[in-house]
């Protein structure tokens, strides 16, 4: 599977971003998906999951009740709604498709990466 990220850029901290991954290849309905993160001098970290189906979605805990995870199963696309950015929130952002149906929160998890996109939160 390849995996084409888009949809970041500069936004207010209070503001909303909604980032696309398109995936190509049928296992796209097979695997689950993830969204990760990496800021400047950081390890990157897991940000959402969600299962092949969509039936299960997990969060990290700083973006829990502000971020949504969810996927397009016709359009082969997986998405991260982002609400209420913080400042803390810039980072490139990364989709991913799991080895498994089950998508899990550490990178070793995941088989096949996109090219990252960039959000950044002023203040």
């Known amino acids: 599977v390849q995996l084409q990220a888009s949809g970041g850029g500069l936004v207010e901290a209070g503001g909303s971003l909604r980032l696309s991954c398109a995936a190509s290849?049928?296992?796209?309905?097979?695997?689950?998906m993830g969204w990760f993160r990496q800021a400047p001098g950081k390890e990157r970290e897991f940000v959402a999951a969600i299962t092949w189906n969509g039936s299960r979605k997990t969060y990290a805990d700083s973006v829990k009740g502000r971020f949504t995870v969810s996927r397009d199963v016709a359009k082969t696309t997986l998405y991260l709604q982002m609400n209420s950015l913080k400042p803390e929130d810039t980072a490139v952002y990364y989709c991913a498709a799991s080895r498994g149906a089950i998508g899990g929160s550490s990178p070793s998890d995941y088989k096949a990466w996109g090219q990252g996109t960039l959000v950044t939160v002023s203040s």
């Open positions: 290849g049928r296992a796209f309905n097979n695997n689950g």
